[in-house]
């Protein structure tokens, strides 16, 4: 199955400013999935990103917040914008693993402060 | 809209069974996961079950799904303390063309001597 290199790993950042993380995945795939987890909290869906196409945002997220890259079949990026205290969170990139499965990179824990 | 629902919290001793339950609504789920998160890590894809099947088995593991009842469970024979973690049960219509995983509430086990 597909191997996600997820990185930073973690991150404290001052209010006010952008983080990029980024997802290289060993394997080309269609989509990848961006997900929050907030402490203690599942996991909530983002956005899904295509290649050569804007990414599709679920409902309470947006791309100003949340701007999405996807340049060619292995890697994206997601930026947290602006951030803010409430922005601390565990982030998660997602790919299709098989016809069966998906797998996960190893996370981006943010601080805001 | 889909629910999917776990207990919070479970503490076995070493040694024991502990058996993880979830609750879903969604009848179209045809593909249901168990996600293992340990701390400060990603999310490790245990096992899958398609909703044709009653139970699988893998090594300590053992998966029952009763589809009547949208009741999804995780065996965990001999736990181990390497076990303790969050686990999330997760359920999609089917792979692929654009449908999202979701996730349950998350169940942390706590293993204890």
């Known amino acids: 199955s597909a191997v996600i290199s997820q990185k930073p790993s973690r991150d404290i950042c001052q209010r006010g400013t952008s983080l990029t993380i980024q997802c290289q995945v060993d394997s080309q795939v269609t989509m990848m999935f961006w997900y929050r987890q907030q402490p203690g909290q599942s996991l909530t869906l983002i956005a899904t990103?295509?290649?050569?196409?804007?990414?599709?945002?679920e409902s309470g997220f947006v791309i100003d917040k949340f701007p999405i890259s996807r340049p060619n079949l292995t890697f994206s990026t997601l930026t947290v914008s602006n951030m803010s205290p409430e922005d601390s969170s565990i982030y998660l990139c997602?790919?299709?693993?098989?016809?069966?499965?998906?797998?996960f990179g190893s996370g981006t824990r943010l601080t805001v402060v | 809209g889909e629910d999917v629902e776990q207990s919070l919290f479970l503490s076995v001793r070493e040694g024991d069974s502990s058996v993880i339950n979830c609750t879903y609504t969604d009848s179209s789920s045809t593909y249901l996961y168990w996600y293992k998160q340990e701390p400060g890590a990603g999310l490790q894809l245990l096992t899958y079950?398609?909703?044709?099947?009653d139970m699988k088995q893998d090594q300590r593991l053992t998966v029952l799904l009763n589809k009547k009842d949208k009741h999804l469970s995780l065996r965990i024979a001999d736990t181990q303390t390497g076990d303790s973690a969050i686990y999330f049960c997760?359920?999609?219509?089917?792979?692929?063309?654009?449908?999202?995983?979701?996730f349950g509430t998350g169940t942390q086990l706590k293993v204890e001597l």
């Open positions: 990103a295509n290649q050569g196409s804007e990414a599709t945002y």
């Open positions: 997602s790919v299709e693993a098989s016809n069966y499965g998906y797998t």
């Open positions: 997760a359920e999609i219509p089917f792979v692929g063309g654009g449908n999202k995983l979701t």
């Open positions: 079950i398609f909703s044709n099947m």
